[in-house]
């Protein structure tokens, strides 16, 4: 209650040319469900959106590139208590992407050099905001995103294993752990609304734990 809540939502767009994107099948389900939860427990929400999220409980900053949802991250994050990266950021962006449009003509083949994007979760790092990443994961690889919480630095990773069949990227329900510095949680198929309800519920144990931790009377 009180808290302010940055959430991102949805794939991130980086552009080839002036028409063509790299882009990538996330929804923006799930960061939706995320924000109406933190809202429904009392939080101040603000929604970093590459989709369009329809009447949302709260304030939304559309962006397209990861740049761009860095930029709106960092601002959003000066004055917020946690970052919840629910977006599929592009790992990887076109190096010089074309003012025009790339023609086939005379041409075969075409390559892209790709460089790497901007790390959202890294830019938005300082110290008292809590960070929860995400980590979709091709397999039942909870080691993989154990290592991956550690070496984030991250308060919550929630991993979800994409090769699931009917769960996460585009659908409407996930199966996920939350993992934490303390513990994991594991959440059976559900929908994105229950999953959303207790990666928030997570979120409210360490805002209380570093609480404790700073002496606060709660
Ligand atoms: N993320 C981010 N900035 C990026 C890429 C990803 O903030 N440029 C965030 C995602 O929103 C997610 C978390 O980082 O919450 C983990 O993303 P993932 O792609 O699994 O991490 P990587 O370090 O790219 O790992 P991998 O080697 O598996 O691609």
Redesign the pocket.
């Known amino acids: 209650v009180g808290r302010k809540v940055v959430v991102?939502a949805g794939g991130?767009r980086e552009p080839v040319d002036a028409v063509r994107f790299l882009g990538n099948r996330s929804s923006g389900k799930m960061g939706r469900a995320v924000a109406e939860a933190a809202v429904a427990h009392g939080a101040s929400v603000v929604l970093v959106a590459t989709v369009p999220v329809g009447a949302a409980p709260c304030p939304v900053v559309n962006v397209e590139t990861?740049a761009e949802?860095?930029d709106a991250?960092v601002a959003e994050c000066a004055d917020a208590d946690v970052l919840?990266?629910?977006?599929?950021?592009?790992?990887f962006r076109p190096a010089d992407p074309a003012d025009g449009k790339i023609e086939r003509a005379d041409r075969e083949t075409l390559t892209l050099e790709l460089v790497?994007?901007?790390?959202?979760?890294?830019?938005?790092a300082r110290p008292g905001l809590v960070r929860?990443?995400?980590?979709?994961?091709a397999g039942p690889r909870v080691a993989?995103a154990r290592a991956?919480r550690m070496?984030?630095d991250?308060d919550l990773?929630?991993f979800n294993d994409i090769l699931a069949g009917g769960i996460g990227i585009g659908s409407d329900e996930n199966e996920i752990t939350i993992i934490g510095t303390g513990g994991e949680r594991h959440i059976p198929r559900a929908s994105k609304d229950v999953c959303a309800e207790a990666i928030v519920r997570s979120i409210e144990e360490v805002l209380t734990a570093t609480g404790d931790e700073r002496g606060d009377q709660g």
């Open positions: 991102t991130t990861a949802m860095a991250v919840v990266m629910a977006a599929a950021v592009a790992d790497q994007t901007v790390d959202v979760l890294a830019a938005a929860v990443a995400f980590a979709a994961e993989r991956k070496a984030k991250v990773l929630v």
